[in-house]
């Protein structure tokens, strides 16, 4: 990529960032001081503190310094924090003017996989860890829940309603499609989000003899069912 293009495009960034950030501040969205997180919107360190009481991700690392306890603190935080920006992002994406949305090119999405189709693989199981609503974010609740797959088990297409998600791989390999973008692979320690309403075409063990685990994080509207799968056709 030529350097010129590369700087328009990091100077187009900036000003999405810019934008965002003001809109935060004079909906009285973000605090005062953002120093030192990513950036400090309401809400964000009450997640932060949830997702810390998690037993997998209090295996995840174990600390063995005082600064590396600081550090894994603060890695959590900036999860926590980048889970509600995203939200945010996309809520401010979708109030500004068509001219101000960058375009782009997707392939078409492949059928989904229907409830009778995915019955002949073994299918996850969704336990859920924790629920808590966000104090300061009003109707807003945190859950956390461990998604287990079975070795070659696929998911129902589905959706997760109004709910921000947050998926992170904590065992084996899973192949994963939402529509309007291309199918991808995610190992162990990579993850990925849903924005609201995505619809989930595709989520599967890519392994025949080995099982795969995610944790997966909503913050959806208190009371909300956390999974809508595509009725049968």
Do not use: K, M
């Given at each position: 990529m030529p350097e010129s293009r590369a700087r328009d495009i990091e100077r187009g960034k900036q000003a999405v960032r810019g934008r965002l950030w003001c809109r935060r501040v004079d909906g009285d969205g973000a605090t005062d001081d953002p120093y030192g997180k990513i950036p400090g919107f309401y809400g964000a360190d009450a997640a932060a503190a949830c997702l810390a009481e998690l037993e997998p991700w209090k295996r995840a690392a174990i600390p063995v310094t005082d600064d590396q306890k600081r550090s894994a603190t603060m890695i959590g935080m900036r999860i926590a924090s980048g889970l509600l920006v995203a939200g945010m992002t996309a809520t401010a994406t979708a109030c500004s003017p068509a001219a101000d949305r960058a375009t782009a090119t997707v392939p078409a999405a492949p059928a989904a996989p229907t409830a009778t189709a995915a019955s002949q693989r073994p299918s996850e199981t969704l336990s859920p860890v924790l629920e808590r609503p966000l104090p300061n974010v009003k109707g807003k609740t945190f859950?956390?829940?461990?998604?287990?797959?079975?070795?070659?088990?696929?998911?129902?297409?589905?959706?997760?309603?109004?709910?921000?998600?947050?998926?992170?791989?904590?065992?084996?390999?899973?192949?994963?499609?939402?529509?309007?973008?291309?199918?991808?692979?995610?190992?162990?320690?990579?993850?990925?989000?849903?924005?609201?309403?995505?619809?989930?075409?595709?989520?599967?063990?890519?392994s025949r003899t080995k099982v795969a685990k995610l944790l997966v994080i909503f913050i959806s509207n208190t009371g909300d069912k956390l999974k809508i799968e595509d009725p049968p056709t």
């Open positions: 859950t956390s829940a461990i998604v287990d797959f079975p070795p070659n088990a696929r998911a129902v297409a589905h959706r997760h309603g109004a709910a921000f998600v947050y998926a992170y791989v904590l065992e084996g390999t899973v192949r994963s499609q939402l529509a309007g973008e291309p199918v991808r692979t995610y190992h162990q320690g990579q993850n990925w989000v849903e924005q609201p309403g995505a619809h989930h075409l595709l989520t599967e063990n890519t």
